[in-house]
């Protein structure tokens, strides 16, 4: 079975600071890792995936994300925070198809 | 390219009354998926179909939900009779034939609110 663990359910930021996101998983087998973003009134948009590759994994909107796998997490990060982030983030994972979501983390952009 | 489409996007009925999910994924995908969120709750799987047939449908919760896939393009989701605690957001999801990783591309969801 697996398992995703978002840690804080809402995370606010000053515009222009640092990001950090948190998951951590549970896989029993080597691990598909995504970061999904979620905007007001709309569907789950991909940010970034992990899939074995490089452990530092870039994404869109200058998100970024690195696979530990001695500390079993996929923090997200972005280094400066601007307004359009504000949105609910969801850390996924997989290894054969069904993903399985931790909780949102809604991050907030104080101006 | 058109996205994953999904119809209605919102849905207001009463318990035990009937009502039917559609979702269109990306042309030529193989791969789809339904998933459901319960307010202040996880997003989670429902079921999975490759073309036409049934994947896996472990995250089903009950035999009043029924999942379709005619012809292995368009699915319908549907839920008879309507139970309060159906209420939440249905996310569709479609992956392409060719392994990519398991990347999954979501609809908008149908927000459906059992009174």
């Known amino acids: 079975a697996q398992s995703v663990t978002q840690l804080g359910s809402h995370v606010s930021v000053s515009e222009g600071a640092l990001v950090l996101l948190r998951c951590n998983y549970s896989?029993?087998?080597?691990?598909?890792l995504f970061w999904y973003v979620q905007y007001p009134n709309q569907g789950l948009q991909l940010l970034l995936k992990?899939?074995?590759?490089?452990?530092l994994v870039k994404g869109i909107n200058g998100f970024e994300a690195e696979f530990k796998k001695s500390e079993t997490s996929f923090h997200l990060t972005k280094p400066s925070a601007h307004m359009s982030d504000a949105a609910e983030y969801f850390c996924?994972?997989?290894?054969?198809?069904?993903?399985?979501f931790g909780t949102g983390t809604r991050l907030t952009i104080i101006p | 390219e058109a996205g994953v489409t999904q119809f209605p996007s919102h849905s207001v009925i009463e318990k035990g009354q009937t009502v039917t999910l559609r979702c269109d994924p990306i042309?030529?995908?193989?791969?789809l998926y339904w998933y459901r969120r319960v307010m202040g709750k996880e997003i989670k799987f429902l079921l999975h179909?490759?073309?036409?047939?049934?994947?896996?449908e472990s995250g089903m919760p009950n035999n009043r939900f029924l999942a379709e896939r005619t012809g292995g393009t368009y699915s319908t989701l549907k839920v008879q009779p309507a139970e309060l605690e159906d209420s939440g957001v249905y996310f569709c999801?479609?992956?392409?034939?060719?392994?990519?990783?398991?990347?999954?591309?979501f609809g908008p969801g149908t927000r459906l609110t059992v009174t």
């Open positions: 896989s029993s087998v080597p691990p598909y």
């Open positions: 996924a994972v997989t290894s054969s198809g069904e993903l399985t």
């Open positions: 999801a479609s992956s392409q034939t060719d392994f990519n990783g398991y990347e999954q591309y």
């Open positions: 042309s030529g995908h193989d791969n």
């Open positions: 179909f490759v073309k036409e047939s049934k994947q896996d």
């Open positions: 992990y899939t074995s590759a490089a452990t």
